[in-house]
């Protein structure tokens, strides 16, 4: 059974510029999370989807956007890239939602702003 | 608010010691879920355990133990007979109902080193 995939894996952008990440869950998992995690501020939770809708939002700027397919696989959009975006971004997929749901976490895609 | 706290942020051992890895939660939720991660250089978040606010067992995996304790908010992770490939950042993290529903809150993380 594959696992959590994102891509890309790595991604070098210029401030201002805009950025979608993307992840594809686990078969049959329909809950996707998204993460990001620097050396400052560990990991810190951005969204959650499920079917194709928002459930819970994190304290990011708007300039962080997500959305959901109706096959699971979800993205996420960073606008006017800012340098203190450059972080580990971490999807994970739940079969379902729910508190007590196991997350497995994808590789991460790497985004460096300069 | 919830909050994990792993005050440990960086431990060294020699193989075979065995490493005990703290974990501290707050949270007002009665219902609540906590999670221990391995995170290898490769990046992902490993899934270790969960365990539940009504199950105060502790639980034996292999080489892996982890001491849940109610009346003083800790979860505790040993590691018994370390070995190099342990290596790595433990994650400690709390998940409840309410209004933070999905939401993986975690602790800042404890970098373990297991010397040959």
């Known amino acids: 059974k594959a696992g959590v995939t994102q891509t890309p894996r790595y991604l070098i952008k210029t401030r201002g510029q805009q950025v979608t990440l993307s992840c594809s869950p686990i078969?049959?998992?329909?809950?996707v999370s998204w993460y990001q995690q620097t050396p400052g501020q560990g990991l810190q939770f951005l969204f959650e989807y499920f079917s194709e809708t928002q459930r819970n939002k994190g304290n990011f700027p708007g300039r962080f956007s997500g959305r959901q397919f109706s096959n699971s696989r979800s993205e996420m959009n960073v606008s006017t890239l800012e340098l203190g975006d450059s972080a580990l971004y971490l999807c994970?997929?739940?079969?379902?939602?729910?508190?007590?749901?196991?997350?497995?976490f994808g590789q991460g895609t790497r985004l460096t702003v300069v | 608010a919830q909050k994990v706290t792993q005050a440990q942020t960086e431990i060294s051992v020699v193989e075979k010691e065995d490493v005990t890895l703290d974990c501290v939660y707050e949270t007002r939720d009665t219902t609540y879920y906590l999670f221990w991660y391995k995170q290898p250089p490769s990046g992902e978040l490993v899934f270790l355990i969960r365990?539940?606010?009504?199950?105060?067992q502790n639980e034996i995996s292999g080489r892996y133990s982890w001491n849940f304790q109610k009346s003083t908010s800790s979860f505790n992770f040993t590691i018994t007979a370390s070995q190099v490939v342990d290596s790595a950042v433990y994650f400690c993290?709390?998940?409840?109902?309410?209004?933070?529903?999905?939401?993986?809150?975690f602790g800042q993380g404890t970098i373990l080193t297991v010397h040959p």
């Open positions: 993290a709390l998940r409840s109902g309410g209004t933070s529903y999905g939401k993986l809150t």
């Open positions: 078969s049959g998992h329909r809950s």
């Open positions: 365990r539940n606010s009504f199950d105060e």
């Open positions: 994970a997929s739940s079969l379902r939602l729910g508190p007590s749901q196991e997350a497995f």
